[in-house]
């Protein structure tokens, strides 16, 4: 079973957050509103919080900066932490023959590719092994 989930930046202080994501789209209007002329759609991440004594779970939604969310890979790397998209990975190849590489994680095409769209080449956790170096919105100069 694939562990669905999201992570972003926080939009209120920058801070990582990750759950479930939810886009809060604009609202359809048939009669213009001039105050309601800047609503625009809002991103969250949903995630439940702490609970104590058998008490229900608190939800929780934080707004995050849409730029920044991506989405799990469904695979960790070699200290078991999960990889995202966007995702600075470096890969040791396990194949004979295999190359390692360092790149973006990305997705497109129904999989996840490291590194651009020339010399991507697919994530796979079965042939290869994988660490995160960082990600593209704290270390944009690891993917050069």
């Given at each position: 079973m694939e562990e669905i989930k999201f992570r972003g930046k926080r939009k209120d202080n920058g801070e990582w957050v990750y759950g479930y994501f939810f886009k809060k789209a604009r609202p359809l209007q048939c009669i213009k509103i001039k105050d309601d002329s800047n609503k625009e759609?809002?991103?969250?991440?949903i995630f439940s919080g702490f609970?104590?004594?058998?008490?229900?779970?608190?939800?929780y939604?934080?707004?995050?900066?849409?730029e920044t969310v991506g989405s799990y890979t469904g695979i960790n790397d070699k200290y078991h932490k999960e990889i995202y998209k966007g995702d600075i990975?470096?890969?040791?190849?396990?194949?004979?023959?295999?190359?390692?590489?360092?790149?973006a994680v990305d997705f497109s095409e129904c999989t996840y590719?490291?590194?651009?769209?020339?010399?991507?080449?697919r994530l796979y956790s079965e042939i290869?092994?994988?660490e995160v170096?960082?990600?593209?919105?704290?270390?944009?100069?690891l993917v050069n």
């Amino acid at each position: 079973m694939e562990e669905i989930k999201f992570r972003g930046k926080r939009k209120d202080n920058g801070e990582w957050v990750y759950g479930y994501f939810f886009k809060k789209a604009r609202p359809l209007q048939c009669i213009k509103i001039k105050d309601d002329s800047n609503k625009e759609e809002e991103y969250f991440i949903i995630f439940s919080g702490f609970a104590n004594w058998n008490m229900p779970r608190p939800i929780y939604q934080v707004e995050v900066i849409p730029e920044t969310v991506g989405s799990y890979t469904g695979i960790n790397d070699k200290y078991h932490k999960e990889i995202y998209k966007g995702d600075i990975v470096k890969r040791t190849s396990m194949a004979i023959g295999g190359i390692d590489i360092t790149g973006a994680v990305d997705f497109s095409e129904c999989t996840y590719w490291i590194g651009s769209v020339g010399d991507a080449v697919r994530l796979y956790s079965e042939i290869d092994m994988f660490e995160v170096q960082g990600n593209i919105y704290e270390g944009p100069k690891l993917v050069n």
